[in-house]
């Protein structure tokens, strides 16, 4: 397999190129501009299928040739796609069995990218025959750096339901269970006597009347995963025909719900992810640093890259913002700092037609005279400077359990509440422990968890038996797992574990729930010091639960919080079990970031014996990659920081004491 680095000098910088979209006179402009920003690789040709092959079967290669020949004279190397995300109109015409078909059975028209089932065998061997001509005829292109294998995929052909996608279901089905038997006893058929009599009698999850069988859902998003995966490795390995360079594609870590990407990074050489600032968030940030500790931990702990986030405003979002002064340099390095070997933007030049003609861009409308021009090359700069982190890991003592397969099967319909959601649990999680100033993995729950000193599942709904039996294993061994509710449910075909919630973790944990008790809209109870634990609580004074309580009787486990009002009023909260060598503690309720939530993990932390800076205000981010300390003001004051030795990488400064990081600013330290 072809490996990483990618570039031979720093960190990636730049975007993606679409010079198409303007005279050659633009281009000798735009590659004068990439050299003066310090910007080194571009991706090109994303959306260039209709140009390169204007006709089927008939090439075009003449501007692709210019625009990667003057790349390579300015000392810009090239990412390049492969143009497969935005098939022709000639092929939409040609070929109207690949049309995407959703849910409703409506086929959808065209005017757009991913207007395709990516089960279609005519896009099969469309798709090949344009890879293969790009590949032979740039694989020795010097200006070529890497493959960028399609764009964004499952953006919005995440499923079909057409002919072709539910033959294409049932030969998954077939290769997955061998019999039909299988089939039902994995989705239950018997109930509402749903039985298979046949692979053929199949359908997929097409809109239905409410209540279709859940084992039938999930597996239909397997197989859609499955699909997609399918079509990158035909053009990964239509390139390596011709080329032993590095391949990869953007993925949309975390906002791309049906894509498992446990499944999907091993089959890219370097993992790349799409990342865009939610401005309707108070803190975007936080959310910013989780997806990037996502990607890391989908990458293996590997250096990735980020091969797209924005100088400024998006298009697309319901109220597109821009990013205060600051506010794109902190976003970029927080990415670097959390294992990013590149800083990549879309795009380089603003658009003046099409969809996203009001998305910013490092070249945008208003041009080289505006604060985000300056700001592109003052980033440049930076980047240079930072070019000795490249490579660097970063470590973590605290590991997040996050299941794709999990968000998909807690969030499908007739759930015990409407409130409960996957993300909602994860990111408050994660929000305290971030504000905690610890930097944490994620994990899948069948990952080697040793590693690390403290363990959360926040939304572990669908668990299976192996997985269950692998975090018991972890706290036996000495490890420490705190676990919210709702939790090891239900096993990998959404069937109830036997016997009394929370079914796969009812050993570890040490409880038993006899009932769920769902809270209203806005109801909220309020948790009180268990008396059998003799001590004030481990949630702070006034903690308080909202979305959801249960009945939990103790099974080994210790109370360390109980209801004090509510349909639980006087039964554990908060427990904790002392396992072999280490310990298993459970929530039982939606606790509030403050006091509840930050005073649990502070405890939990502590026990876990997490090292971590304390006194410092939690609007500060503070990351170490490597050699490398990161400290991220994202206050509109500036922060002193105690203890830090070494050399200002940013600034040339020397640090032997504290270091101040002014508003809204950036230090770097090499210690």
């Known amino acids: 397999m072809p490996g990483y680095p990618v570039l031979p000098e720093g960190l990636a910088y730049g975007g993606d190129y679409n010079p198409e979209q303007w005279p050659e006179e633009v281009w000798r402009e735009d590659v004068r501009l990439m050299r003066e920003a310090g910007v080194n690789l571009v991706t090109v040709g994303v959306f260039n299928w209709g140009l390169i092959e204007p006709r089927e079967g008939e090439y075009d290669f003449s501007r692709l040739d210019r625009i990667l020949d003057l790349l390579h004279s300015a000392g810009v190397h090239a990412d390049l796609a492969t143009p497969t995300s935005s098939p022709p109109m000639w092929f ?9 078909v959703d849910r409703e059975g409506h086929v ?14 005519d896009y099969a061997a469309a798709s090949e025959r ?8 740039y694989a020795g292109h010097p200006a070529l750096a890497m493959w960028h294998v399609h764009n964004e995929y ?17 030969a998954w089905l077939r290769d997955t269970y061998g019999d039909v038997g299988a089939l039902n006893a994995a989705w239950g058929t018997t109930f ?5 009599g046949s692979f053929e009698e199949v359908e997929p999850p097409v809109a239905a009347p409410v209540g279709v069988l859940t084992g039938l859902q999930l597996d239909f998003m397997r197989f859609s995963v499955d699909a997609h995966i399918a079509c990158f490795r035909r053009e990964r390995e239509t390139i390596r025909r011709f080329s032993d360079l590095p391949v990869t594609t953007n993925f949309m870590i975390p906002n791309c719900k049906p894509m498992d990407y446990w499944r999907w990074a091993p089959e890219v050489d370097v993992v790349a992810n799409d990342h865009y600032l939610d401005s309707a968030r108070a803190d975007p940030h936080i959310e910013l640093a989780m997806a990037a500790d996502l990607t890391r931990s989908v990458a293996g702990g590997r250096p990735w890259m980020l091969m797209e986030h924005s100088t400024g405003a998006v298009n697309w979002q319901p109220r597109n913002l821009a990013k205060r002064p600051g506010e794109m340099r902190r976003n ?10 590149s800083a990549m933007f879309f795009q380089w030049r603003a658009s003046r037609y099409g969809a996203e003609k009001f998305h910013s861009a490092m070249v945008p409308h208003a041009g080289t005279d505006s604060r985000i021009w300056r700001d592109v090359v003052a980033l440049g700069a930076d980047l240079r400077r930072l070019a000795g982190v490249r490579g660097a890991r970063v470590t973590a003592d605290v590991a997040l359990v996050w299941d794709w397969e999990s968000y998909w099967a807690l969030e499908l319909e007739w759930r015990p509440s409407a409130d409960l959601r996957f993300r909602e649990r994860i990111e408050a999680y994660y929000e305290a422990l971030w504000r905690e100033h610890v930097t944490v993995d994620f994990v899948h729950p069948s990952a080697d968890l040793s590693p690390y000193r403290l363990v959360v599942a926040p939304s572990s709904y669908l668990l299976g038996e192996a997985p269950a039996k692998n975090l018991h294993r972890y706290v036996e061994a000495g490890g420490h797992l705190l676990v919210s509710y709702f939790s090891g449910i239900v096993d990998e075909n959404d069937t109830i574990h036997p016997g009394p919630y929370p079914g796969a973790l009812r050993e570890v944990l040490g409880v038993a729930v006899e009932e769920f008790h769902p809270l209203r809209e806005r109801e909220t109870v309020v948790l009180g010091p268990s008396e059998s634990s003799g001590s004030s609580g481990s949630c702070g004074t006034g903690a308080v639960g909202r979305i959801w309580s249960e009945r939990v009787r103790l099974a080994g486990a210790r109370a360390v919080r109980e209801f004090a009002d509510g349909p639980d009023a006087g039964h554990p909260a908060v427990t904790r079990h002392d396992l072999g060598a280490g310990t298993a503690w459970y929530v039982s309720t939606a606790l509030d970031a403050e006091p509840g939530l930050r005073t649990l993990l502070t405890e939990v932390l502590d026990h876990a014996g997490v090292d971590r800076p304390r006194g410092l205000p939690d609007t500060l981010e503070l990351v170490r990659r490597g050699d490398h300390l990161f400290l991220i003001n994202h206050a509109d004051a500036p922060v002193t920081v105690p203890g830090v030795t070494g050399t200002g990488v940013l600034d040339g400064a020397a640090y032997d004491g504290p270091a101040t ?7 770097v330290v090499r210690t």
């Open 130 to 137: 344009i890879v293969a001509a790009l590949a032979a005829r």
């Open 154 to 170: 499952g953006w919005a052909n995440a499923h079909c339901y057409c002919p072709a996608s539910a033959e294409a279901f049932r």
């Open 332 to 341: 970029t390095l927080a990415h670097v700092a959390r294992g990013s070997d």
């Open 108 to 121: 959808l028209g065209g005017g757009s990218r991913h207007s395709f089932c990516p089960s279609s065998p």
């Open 92 to 100: 939409r015409r040609g070929y109207p069995g690949s049309r995407l």
């Open 661 to 667: 990081v002014p508003a809204g600013g950036v230090v």
């Open 192 to 196: 509402w006597g749903l039985t298979y």
